[in-house]
């Protein structure tokens, strides 16, 4: 019996400037024209093309692509059973996700794997290539990011500002110094600038980010984002306050990619920021420093009144399986059926700080092996992303989010505890 190749086409163009030599449609053809050659010489097989997938302008280093989703979906649904591409680099350039899919799910799912100019047919003997091209293919994307890297960081130290955007409150303004294209920023005089001096003036009146956001939006002043239909929001206010550009400080590089492969930004450690030269301000520095401090000494007695219950939900007795509940006075979560007095369940308590340094150190590890998070909410600001990771602002919502569960186990003669902490996480 013949045996049925339901074909799923994927085409690829990223932003990459060097792969978009061969533009998508260029791509299809060619792959038409392979399929159209292989039905007539492949007698004892039959191929039906199913769909095409493609994905324009996404980086090759992520697997976050509608086209590729949905050609998944479709491989999940039994729809296709063969893959079609023109070369590895256009699959992925991400060894790791590249090796999974060609290693475990396409023979997982008996899906045949056709690369037609690495020469790759999975149907034939397992390719030998096919590692040592990923290997490849990831070498390319880690030296181009690399080197776009250096070309920025140039830019920043000569203090010119790499923002596509001007901070709220200012605009761009290009000047050539030594024929160096140099951006600078002004005040942008539209109104806006008295936008930002109001949060910081409300601020040291004793409003809260939230506070100052709902006071904003109850006056329906426009966002930084200029569209209409988006609010003001907590984490809006709280980077307007800590960003040095609003005191005139050209500061950059405070924000950095974990990895190339990743699209996570981590706060880089005030002493490697790039300070470029001072300029004219939105707010004086006196105003400014002032505002910092508040802010850390605001955070303090927060912490003390706000922050508590943050594991509530996700916390469990290993005994009794019960969740545990915060108690002030010991500063942790105690087991509730142990503290109903029913007898049901012995004493198990934990520490808030025993949970929280636990936690961090099991996000360390997974970030430090590839583990991607569901934190991609959808319309989540890049600000919004940072302050979840930034661990101290961890709220009990992101540990919602990232957190599983956790299971507390108290050993019953020696009071050890250890804590098994199981995180979300998605593999695509
Ligand atoms: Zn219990």
């Known amino acids: 019996m013949k045996k049925q190749w339901n074909v799923a086409i994927y085409a690829r163009v990223s932003t990459d400037k060097k792969e978009q030599q061969e533009s998508i449609p260029a791509q299809i053809d060619s792959l038409k024209l392979w399929l159209t050659s292989k039905k007539k010489h492949d007698k004892i097989n039959i191929y039906k093309l199913i769909d095409i997938y493609e994905d324009q302008g996404s980086s090759g280093s992520s697997f976050q692509r509608d086209g590729f989703i949905r050609m998944r979906e479709d491989i999940e649904e039994g729809l296709v059973n063969m893959v079609l591409t023109r070369d590895l680099s256009r699959f992925s350039r991400n060894y790791i996700m590249a090796g999974y899919y060609l290693e475990e799910y396409f023979e997982l799912k008996r899906v045949r794997f056709v690369s037609v100019l690495d020469n790759v047919d999975t149907i034939e003997d397992y390719n030998d290539i096919i590692p040592f091209k990923n290997i ?5 994307i880690k030296d181009c990011s690399r080197r776009t890297k250096d070309g920025l960081k140039q830019r920043m130290l000569r203090g010119s500002c790499i923002a596509s955007k001007a901070p709220y409150g200012y605009r761009l303004k290009t000047i050539y110094v030594d024929r160096l294209k140099h951006v600078e920023l002004v005040v942008a005089c539209d109104g806006t600038e008295k936008v930002v001096k109001e949060i910081f003036r409300l601020y040291l009146c004793g409003f809260g980010f939230q506070k100052i956001a709902d006071y904003l939006n109850s006056k329906e002043i426009n966002t930084p984002s200029n569209s209409k239909d988006k609010l003001w929001s907590n984490s809006t206010i709280r980077y307007i306050l800590t960003n040095p550009k609003y005191s005139g400080v050209m500061a950059q590089h405070r924000w950095s990619k974990v990895n190339y492969k990743i699209d996570k930004v981590v706060e880089v450690p005030k002493e490697h920021w790039i300070i470029g030269e001072k300029y004219q301000g939105i707010i004086d520095k006196k105003t400014y420093d002032k505002v910092q401090t508040t802010i850390k000494s605001r955070k303090k ?19 009794c399986n019960s969740p545990m509940y915060y108690r002030q006075k ?61 661990f101290e602002n961890l709220s009990r919502q992101d540990i919602e989010q990232i957190v599983d569960k956790i299971i507390v186990h108290e050993e019953k003669n020696s009071n050890k505890k250890t804590v098994d902490i199981f995180l979300k996480f998605i593999i695509v």
């Open 301 to 319: 007695t927060y912490r003390h009144k706000g922050i508590i219950h943050l594991f509530s939900s996700v916390l469990f007795c290993g005994e």
């Open 330 to 390: 010991y500063k942790g979560y105690k087991c509730k059926n142990s503290q109903s007095f029913s007898g049901l369940c012995t004493a198990h308590s934990i520490k808030e700080e025993v949970l929280l340094s636990g936690l961090k150190e099991k996000l360390k590890e997974s970030v430090d092996n590839n583990v991607f998070f569901k934190l991609n909410k959808k319309n989540m600001s890049i600000e919004e992303i940072n302050s979840v990771l930034l």
């Open 136 to 140: 490849l293919n990831e070498m390319y």
